[in-house]
Every structure is written in structure tokens, then in C-alpha cells.
């Protein structure tokens, strides 16, 4: 199995790539974002929780965030591996995949950062923003605030797997085509 964390701020591209990703590895793409988006299409008891969160710009309590992830990577055992893409977001949700994964036998392979300053994400989740309709990309201040909480909550999971070796920074900068070389650089030798 390749467990991979597709990793960086709000805008970094992770979404864009995770496509790729899977297209030409095979593996489970999983996006708490996108898994929420779903649940408040519905307006399900659970997306309703998460909306008051997310339109501020503001991460959903841990424990929601990972009985859902939970829930998706048990109603899918049998694939080649996971890419989960903004999860985690904190050190308890790594620890919590963790020990999921433990309890699978299994690992995370690597968490790939993708790069990028400040300004470009602002600049690129306001041109997302006119198009998405979401509302948490419409907003200067929403985004702002979500960048805040990336550096003070998130950036964090990066030094946890940082310090077992498992993880690396790719500049998030240029051609979808090029960033996606870059990241297959990373992920190409985990293959056996
Ligand atoms: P982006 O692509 O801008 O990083 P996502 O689509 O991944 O955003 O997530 C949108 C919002 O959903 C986040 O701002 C946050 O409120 C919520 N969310 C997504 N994943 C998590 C998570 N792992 N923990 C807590 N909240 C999350």
C-alpha cells in the first residue's frame, strides 16, 4: 500500500494534483473538504455542524472531522492506498490516522508539502472564489483567517512526520504539469 498526505495551506493545489494522483497511481483519493461539501449538499446533521465552522473560515472539531475520515477509509479496504488530502489538519487528527492505519497493519508512506507564499493563495482562492461558490473562498478576511489557523494548527503535522523521516517540501510554484512531475518524483520510488 502507498498511504500518501497530500499537505499545504488553503489554494496550494492540492486538490489539482490529488487528480492526477490518482489517475496515475490508482489509489483512494479522500478529501475531508470535499467529504463535508457533500454532507452540506445534503444538509445532513453532519454538514450542518461543519457549515458553522467552514463559512468562518474555522477547522470542524477534531472529532467529527475524524469519525467521518474513519467511516470513508473503513467503507474502502481494498484498494492500493490512500491520498488524503487535507487531513490531517492537526496533531490529533495524525495521531488518529495513525493508529488507524496501525490498526490495518499499515502506514503512512510519506506527507508531500506543496509550497507556496501567501499572497499566491490569496490571489488564487479569490480567482476560485468567483467560480466555486463557495463561500469561504469569496471572502479576503475568511481566507485570511484560514491561512492564520493552516500556520498555527496545521503546519505542526508536517514537523510530527518531519521527525520520523517521512516528511518532504515541493515548490508548489509553476505548471500543473511541472508540480506534478515534481511530486511523482517523491512518490515513484515508494513503489517496490
Ligand atoms: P482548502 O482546499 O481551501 O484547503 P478544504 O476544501 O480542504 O479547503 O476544506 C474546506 C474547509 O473544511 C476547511 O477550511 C475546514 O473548515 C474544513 N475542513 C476540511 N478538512 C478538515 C480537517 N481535517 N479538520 C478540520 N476541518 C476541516
Known amino acids: 500500500m502507498i498511504n500518501l498526505i497530500l499537505f499545504g495551506p488553503p489554494g496550494s493545489g492540492k486538490g489539482t494534483q490529488a487528480a492526477k494522483l490518482v489517475e496515475k497511481y490508482g489509489l483512494l483519493h479522500i ?4 467529504l463535508f461539501r ?13 457549515k458553522s465552522y467552514i463559512e468562518k ?6 472529532s467529527v ?17 490512500y491520498i488524503f488530502d487535507g487531513f490531517p489538519r492537526t496533531i490529533p487528527q495524525a495521531e488518529a490516522l495513525d493508529r488507524l492505519l496501525a490498526e490495518k497493519n499499515d502506514a503512512v508512506s510519506k506527507l ?20 466555486s461558490g463557495r463561500k469561504d473562498d469569496s471572502d ?4 485570511r483567517n484560514r491561512i492564520e489557523v493552516y500556520k498555527s494548527e ?27 512531475s515534481r511530486l511523482c518524483a517523491e512518490i515513484d520510488p515508494l513503489q517496490s
Open 31 to 34: 478529501s475531508t473538504g470535499d
Open 65 to 81: 472531522t475524524v469519525g467521518m475520515l474513519r467511516n470513508k477509509v473503513e467503507a474502502n479496504p481494498d484498494v492500493e492506498g
Open 57 to 62: 473560515g474555522e477547522l470542524v472539531p477534531d
Open 140 to 143: 479576503e478576511s475568511i481566507i
Open 112 to 131: 508531500i508539502m506543496l509550497d507556496v507564499a501567501d499572497n499566491e493563495l490569496v490571489k488564487r482562492l479569490l480567482v476560485r472564489g468567483k467560480t
Open 154 to 180: 496545521t503546519s505542526p503535522v508536517f514537523d510530527y512526520y518531519a521527525a520520523k523521516g517521512q516528511a518532504v517540501k515541493v515548490d508548489g510554484i509553476g505548471s500543473i504539469d511541472e508540480i506534478f
Open 38 to 50: 457533500y454532507e452540506m449538499g445534503n444538509d445532513t446533521p453532519l454538514g450542518l455542524e461543519a
